[in-house]
């Protein structure tokens, strides 16, 4: 589309591309593994118009070894769009680890690590201007400290420094005294990992670690994890050794693996740290690589961590991070074993793609358009020579025609404009008046990490505290400005037609955690 506007001899235009889509939703399935020799696999392909058939496709990812999935993982990091302090720290942290660490194996991306430098220092810059006065870190820079965040950061500055990348010692500083200030009034599992935080960052307290495994019963895999490797840091070995120890015993060893799942509680602590088995057994495998190499039970944890590899990641950006951090612990004791890999691809009966993957090159991405593939099922035959194992993704991508999109479940979401001075309901607006958009949902069973979208009301702007306009009339409110006391959230992002918040859903009233109603 373009549009000229022309009066005399000066003029004015804009091109704008705009992309039609076929009235289609995607369909995505994944299959991650891993095996020696020979796999087969099927894809189904339906019977599609030609619009959506263009649109279709097949991914297909091989690794050699786990190093390629730790390039695709920080590819996920990089890009990721938002930016809390922990979205920011688990981008930052798992590129100067893996930059370091590729460097030294050889391998990698050239272009990714020639990025890493400019992007490890913008994150680190972001994180500086989000330390709170107190030395501490929230979630933004608004909201109240949090200890499991403040210990998030300051072990996340502290490897990245050992790392070589330059960081302010001062901000770990803060951090580290704000932790150790602190470390009574922490949830004993949260005091583990702070003590850990501390050890890494160089102010390690080996008496107050040592005192912690009076207490071990009371932690969980994650903090038992934290606190081996706390003791191993500080020269306490033997009780490094005999917590691991603890951590074998406690493992679930099934024909996928070997993890340690996350307990069925789910309380203030596992919300406020975002606990879950692969967080908890990443953890547990950097204890394995670093305090006890060659353990029984590493490869099984390896194996578990890989098949729960997403098309993207991990997971969530914390559980990305602390999988690239294990599996790169792993990786440095291990690349130096692994075997060059012949491969080759198979549609159908029909070679698509073959080469090797070795140490300059450690994994490689085909794609299949639907164009290639007949309807119905279509056999996909991957082989592999030369020893070890093929780690493989297969990812399909069919868009599949939908005139209308029909509800998933029993959710129920209702909209009321209120008043922004009186909290009343409202019907219409003044120019200038101040709009509260209340979205109510009703959920019929406990759901987690639910996404709701709004699109902003016709002739209304988004209020942005951050602009020195009208929308200061909410400025009455003291400083320090606690948003989710006073609007329901602690963040907002503006941007243009679109705007994004984030809350402190544990701390609002009229709240219920279970997921049963959520205003």
């Not at 990698?108 to 220092?121: E, K, R, V, W, Y």
Request: aromatic share 8%; with cysteine.
């Amino acid at each position: 589309m373009c549009i000229r506007d022309r009066e005399g001899t000066r003029g004015d235009a804009v091109r704008l591309t705009l992309p039609i889509r076929p009235l289609a939703i995607p369909d995505v399935e994944t299959q991650v593994g891993a095996f020696s020799g020979d796999f087969t696999t099927t894809v189904y392909l339906p019977s599609l118009p030609q619009d959506a058939r263009d649109l279709s496709s097949v991914q297909i990812e091989l690794n050699r070894s786990i190093a390629g999935s730790l390039l695709t993982g920080l590819e996920y990091l990089t890009g990721f769009p938002y930016g809390c302090v922990e979205q920011t720290m688990s981008r930052a942290l798992p590129n100067a680890v893996v930059g370091r660490a590729f460097y030294q194996l050889g391998v990698g991306n050239p272009t990714l690590q020639a990025d890493l430098p400019p992007q490890i220092n913008a994150g680190l810059q972001r994180l500086y201007g989000f330390q709170h006065n107190d030395g501490g870190w929230g979630w933004w820079y608004d909201d109240s400290t949090d200890a499991y965040q403040t210990a998030w950061v300051v072990f996340g500055l502290a490897v990245t420094a050992e790392a070589g990348y330059e960081v302010d010692p001062g901000v770990i500083e803060r951090g580290g005294d704000w932790l150790t200030q602190h470390l009574d009034e922490m949830d004993v599992r949260t005091r583990a990992y702070a003590l850990y935080s501390l050890a890494i960052a160089g102010y390690g307290d080996l008496e107050a670690t040592q005192a912690l495994v009076e207490e071990l019963s009371d932690l969980d895999t994650f903090s038992q994890a934290a606190l081996a490797l706390a003791l191993h840091k500080l020269g306490a070995s033997a009780q490094a050794r005999q917590i691991v120890g603890l951590l074998a015993e406690t493992a679930s060893v099934t024909e996928r693996g070997v993890h340690w799942p996350n307990p069925n509680e789910d309380g203030r602590y596992y919300r406020k740290t975002m606990a879950s088995a692969t967080r908890s057994t990443a953890l547990a495998l950097s204890a394995l690589a670093q305090i006890h190499p060659d353990h029984e039970l590493e490869p099984g944890v390896v194996r578990w961590l890989m098949g729960r590899r997403q098309n993207h990641g991990w997971g969530s950006t914390n559980e990305t991070a602390y999988a690239i951090l294990a599996l790169t612990d792993h990786l440095l004791a291990t690349e130096e074993a692994t075997a060059d890999t012949v491969y080759s691809v198979e549609l159908n009966g029909q070679t698509i793609a073959s080469g090797t993957l070795g140490r300059g090159e450690p994994a490689v991405s085909l794609e299949i358009p639907a164009g290639q593939m007949r309807n119905g099922h279509n056999r996909l035959r991957i082989q592999q020579s030369g020893g070890g194992r093929l780690y493989y993704v297969v990812s399909s991508r069919i868009y599949r025609p939908q005139a209308q999109v029909e509800a998933a479940g029993n959710v129920v979401v209702s909209r009321t404009y209120l008043d922004g001075e009186t909290d009343q309901p409202i019907r219409t607006t003044q120019p200038g008046q101040l709009v509260r958009v209340r979205l109510t949902v009703e959920i019929p069973d406990d759901s987690f990490y639910v996404i709701l979208e709004d699109h902003l009301p016709g002739g209304l702007e988004a209020l942005n505290e951050g602009l020195n306009t009208t929308s200061h009339e909410t400025s009455a409110y003291e400083e320090p400005r606690y948003y989710w006391k006073q609007y329901g959230y602690n963040h907002k992002e503006v941007y243009g037609c679109l705007l994004y918040t984030s809350d402190a859903a544990d701390e609002l009233d009229g709240v219920d955690l279970g997921g049963r109603r959520i205003i």
